[in-house]
């Protein structure tokens, strides 16, 4: 069947004639009258998460929240999608929110009447740790030092084994925090974010209290968890801290409370120290504590590997090591 549009271009143009065995002439209407359906207002309508730090290649759908006038979820409603650097995050053809290079984006969603955004803080997949050294971005202390009689140093034998994908073996690899015993109730010691940024998974710790591990807006290469938390309402998978917001209080009296940081996945990066990665300012809290020098937190590898200690049972699960000063 041969139509109108097939044959005529311009918005100008009201009627078209096809040429047969006689002239016929069919009056047409112009392009300019070629209108979207309608769409039905919304009351409501929210992307989640609303901030998050991600890594190049990194691509993920929002979980869309909209509601129409008469307050009624709409289940699998999709908005429309913009970005505001389309080099920087891409919207797909399936509303999937690609990341391609470096920098920070607004996404803003609108249908039926309602805008609403999200930002996106998009850093480099990887990291020079051995040509540009650790990097120091932990602007915030993580806990009430006031309250802290002692801390593990970097690969000690404290707690259980603790290592990366390095070939280290029966060492812990970040830090405890033990409060003051037994003048402190140690469940009422502050916990802070030690950093901004996005809150990667939230779950269970355990038997006691819940862990938390964030990725830093500046450096989402970097995770750090912290462990053993009873954890203030809100927190949760998907959310977002800024530096020093109050996470919760140490979940137990029986357990301490300990940070990690790392370069990475646990299993392909590199285990790096919490006092290797605070900045000046909160290494300053340390000093006046009696921590003279960050390397005073830290155990080398050759020191631990001239000194090592045996891993206590399967290797197929944490390996509890001998606990001793060092």
Known sequence: MFTCRNYISSALLRA????????LTLQCGSSDEVTEPAESPLSFLSLFPVKQAVLVGDGFYYVVTAQDTAGNDLPDFQP???SSDPSVVRIEG?????????????????AGGQTTQATIYVGAKTYDLATLGPPRILNANCIDLSKIEKISRFRSTVGHSYVDGSGETCRSMKHYFQPYYPDVDWTTVDVYAPVSGYLLAVGLDGIYGYSVLIRPRDLPVMMVQLFHINLDPGIDTGGWVEAGDHLGRMASSNTSFDIAVDIGSKEEGTLLSYFDTMTDEVFAEYQARGVATREAAIISKEERDADPVPCVGSSNLPCMVLCRTG
């Open 94 to 110: 399936d509303n999937r929110i690609q990341a391609i290079d470096e920098g920070t984006v607004t996404i803003t969603a609108s």
């Open 16 to 23: 078209c004639v096809v040429v047969g065995f006689g002239i």
């Open 80 to 82: 429309k999608y913009t």
